[in-house]
């Protein structure tokens, strides 16, 4: 099977790493948003979701693909072993071997004590080879019903006598199995979360596949000393990663973010984001909540043709703000225009805002020949607080539909509604995801857009989409001190926000040190974070800072 993907131009490998303390691991769980997320959620574990975890042969002898239940902590969960020598659902079976490998990251993925999406219906564990021959590049197969499929694994570098540095780095193999990815994702409705490499000397840093794919979510890790591929893409600038967890290594920030999915599918197909459970639970959606709901790190920049970063994609994953945003229910948009293609689109009239500041919306956008298509969605942003200050996050995401070279091109669009002002924009000519944040936005009607160009070079006139948004006060910190404790509480949504002291506010300097920052110090009850100091006899000043690292 080896020779297969040869062929196809790549080498499938395995990522290395080994395994995190179970303090590390409590930890990242905190930093993801899972902790405050099953405080306030009790029942939302993954149940009734088929996912597959496709493995890379680690041992050559036997076959090393597979999970053993015991070590991945999932007895009594189904799990479906295949290769190219037969299906069993035994283990030990003759198909192939333990994988320490697939063992921790099945445990990041779905395991008792430390993963995810602790209750997933099933589990195909795939040889890796098999997988990606048989059913990716070798389809149309009959469908497995997986709607999410993990990929702790990447393809190896084609080095090549070829001068130019692009050839030796494969950039044909990635565009035909980037090809081969979206055709398959869009055909099944699955949502890949792919590895985007673990990086390398220059020039082997870049992201390669499978997470280099339009439609999948590309994984990339995120810490001290992380190991993780980079954007852009090589064929044609893209940006990727997605989104990132942390982890050392991509190996194990990929079941992170795909446990994360399993989680809102259930939330969504059970009816938490409202009555239309088949919008919810698309994959695009699916991929716009997680990357809308991610926190921003130190050092996170974007622009308007470069909608994510290249090294943190939309940032660290944050699985509490993105169920938040799914609670916040669909949104549909207010209004529907053309204009001439190429044309001005400044705000209309907002007569019927949204609903709700936090929400998404899967829908259409229709274009024409000469004209360019406009969703808009009005927002009174003033939550009762005229006078506060905002954050609006927004993320846009459509498909590279069945064996298309290009994409459709869409953009999103902020604009103050009563001075027709640009406040924002992410108008990639390459990618398929649009995204922006704007901190300190002030209260007032503002007009969010969902541009598609028109004329004669589309790939279609009607273009599906997801889009998830967050127009979301600045947190304020309360403090209540009774006897020797000092009690201080902010609001649980939107994560991100941690505390900070400082001993006075003369030349002051912030610092989280001592402050109790995560779960079992920071309770959360009514939607409201609570931390209880030890009051003492310095005045010791207190404030919220984003992000919290």
């Known amino acids: ?37 099953r405080s306030v959620v009790t029942n939302l574990n993954g149940a009734g979701i088929l996912v597959a975890q496709p493995e ?69 564990n795939f040889d890796a080879n098999y997988y990606v021959t048989n059913y990716v590049l070798n389809w149309p197969q009959p469908p497995l019903g997986d709607a999410v499929v993990n990929e702790s694994f990447f393809y190896g570098y084609e080095v090549t006598n070829l001068p130019t540095p692009a050839n030796e780095l494969g950039i044909i193999d990635q565009q035909q199995i980037d090809q081969a990815y979206d055709d398959f994702s869009t055909t099944y409705g699955t949502l890949f979360v792919s590895s985007v490499g673990d990086g390398g000397s220059p020039p082997y840093q870049v992201a390669v596949p499978p997470g280099t794919a ?20 090589l064929d044609n600038g893209r940006c990727k990663p997605d989104l990132v967890a ?48 991610a926190v921003k790190p130190p050092g996170w920049t974007n ?59 899967f829908n259409t956008v229709t274009s024409g020949a000469t004209n360019d298509a406009l969703n808009h969605y009005y927002f009174n942003v003033a939550n009762g607080n005229p006078a506060g200050r905002f954050t609006a996050t927004a993320t846009l995401v459509w498909e590279r539909q069945w064996e298309e070279t290009n994409i459709n091109r869409l953009a999103l669009f902020l604009y103050a509604a009563a001075t027709s002002n640009l406040v924002a924009c992410s108008t990639s000519l390459v990618d398929n995801v649009q995204h922006f944040r704007v901190p300190e936005l002030a209260a007032g009607m503002y007009d969010l857009q969902i541009w598609k160009a028109g004329g ?42 941690g505390l900070q002291t400082a001993t006075g506010l003369v030349a002051a300097v912030w610092s989280t040190n001592g402050m109790p920052n995560s779960q079992p110090l920071v309770t959360v009850t009514n939607g409201m974070n609570q931390a209880v100091l030890t009051a003492t006899n310095r005045t010791r000043f207190y404030r919220l800072s984003s992000p919290n690292f």
């Open 1 to 37: 099977m080896m020779n297969a993907l040869c062929r196809a131009g790549a080498i499938i490998i395995f990522l290395g790493g080994g395994f995190l303390p179970l303090a590390s691991r409590g930890q990242s769980l905190d930093l993801i948003g899972i902790n405050v997320l």
């Open 56 to 124: 890379a042969d680690v041992t050559l002898s036997p076959l090393g693909f597979e999970i053993n239940p015991p070590y991945a902590y999932s007895l009594g969960r189904p799990i479906t072993y295949a290769s190219a020598d037969g299906v069993s659902t035994n283990f030990p079976n003759s198909l192939g071997g333990d994988s320490w490998h697939a063992d921790t990251v099945a445990n990041y993925f779905f395991g008792w004590t430390s993963g995810i999406a602790t209750n997933v219906a099933h589990v195909d």
């Open 214 to 233: 339009y439609n999948s979510i590309g994984a990339g890790s995120y810490g001290i000393g992380t190991q993780s591929g980079i954007g852009p893409t």
């Open 246 to 293: 942390p982890a050392g290594v991509t190996s194990y920030s990929t079941p992170m973010i795909a446990g994360a999915a399993a989680l809102l599918l259930e939330g969504g197909g059970r009816g938490d984001g409202g009555a239309n459970t088949n919008a919810a639970t698309d994959s695009r959606t699916v991929k716009a909540l997680l990357l809308n709901g």
């Open 303 to 361: 622009g308007p043709n470069a909608p994510l970063d290249t090294r943190y994609g939309a940032g660290l994953l944050n699985v509490f703000n993105s169920y938040e945003e799914l609670a916040g229910g669909q949104q549909t948009n207010c209004m529907a225009a053309l204009v001439a293609a190429g044309g001005v689109h400044p705000p209309g009239t907002a007569t019927n805002p949204v609903a709700a500041l936090s929400g998404w919306d």
């Open 456 to 497: 004669t070079n589309t790939v279609s006139t009607n273009e599906a989409y997801a889009v998830a948004f967050a127009f979301t006060a600045d947190p304020a910190l309360s403090a209540i001190r009774s006897g020797t404790n000092v009690t201080l509480t902010w609001p649980a949504y939107p994560a991100g926000y």
